[in-house]
């Protein structure tokens, strides 16, 4: 696939998919591939991204991100594109930082593999767990690390910046400048909720090719006035249509209508307030009937049904006038 059909292919409702997990945090890889089956039958659903934050990235090794991969693009039948986070493996622990060389050639053989089984896209973190070499500023560390992968392999390339990231190591616009000048760079998700940290990468890539994808799904009809193409959220997984119908009628011109969509986002976003997301999105699916085990790892046990319910018909509640 060209870098420019990967474009337009990577846009509207991708959802970041939960990882099922065993109650002894094994992979649930047949309860992934059904999770999988569930979201593009919905009709609302754009694309996955297979080990997103939302599904614990940070505690997978290399072999179960292409096991889970392998497991997602089989289920998916090229149905929906496929899009694989392929960082090397490191924990998020600041303390504990990861051998830059050994993250290098983990993300690169990640990258190459995910292209070998087929994937639309890799995915790729901004390396704020890598220490800038001597006489290297953070920004230059992580515009090295995106070219050092460009350059290794020929899939398609999305960088995403998560909440959280550290604020020396948030790209910046002149560094966004010199990363779209790299071959296969063809997309970010963008994890902030303001106009002053989103609009500064959106004039930088505003009529380049390439897909800009909103980080928060509270801020999405303002990130799409900027000029985002999509949404990468937790409900993408459990209320895609109500973030569908925010973009349909934004580019529809409709913005009475956007908006009441917007507010419905934020209704359904309340419906989890206080619990684990990772854990109830996944009993709320469950109850829908995807076959998959609802634990997660180092998460809280799965919670009673009436905990469930209440939050399943909120969120059912909030939905269902944009259903079809």
Known sequence: ?????????????????????????????????????????????????????????????????????????????????????????????????????????????????????????????VPFGLLPPEGCSPQETVLGYYQQVASAVSIPLVIYQPPGTPPEYRILPETMKELLKLNGIIGMKLSVSTTKEFEPISEVVKGAPFSLIAGAENFLLEALKLGAVGVIGQGCNTYPEILQAVIHYYRAGNMKKAEEAQQAVLRALRATDGLDTGVVSKQILIKRGVAMQPYGRNRPHPYPDEVVSKAAEEIDRCAAPYRR
């Open 1 to 125: 696939m060209s870098y420019q059909k990967a474009v337009e292919k990577i846009r509207g409702v991708i959802a970041p998919m939960f990882t099922p997990f065993t109650a002894s945090g094994e992979l649930d890889l047949g309860g992934a591939a059904n999770l999988v089956r569930y979201l593009v039958d919905t009709g609302y659903v754009d694309g996955v991204f297979v080990r997103s934050g939302l599904g614990q990235m940070y505690t997978f090794t290399t072999a179960e991100v292409l096991d889970l991969a392998k497991a997602a693009l089989n289920a998916a039948e090229g149905r929906l594109p496929i899009l694989v986070g392929c960082a090397g493996e490191w924990n998020g622990d600041l303390e504990r930082r990861p051998d830059s060389k050994r993250y290098l050639e983990e993300s690169i053989k990640l990258c190459s593999a995910a292209s070998e089984m087929g994937a639309d896209a890799a995915v790729l973190v």
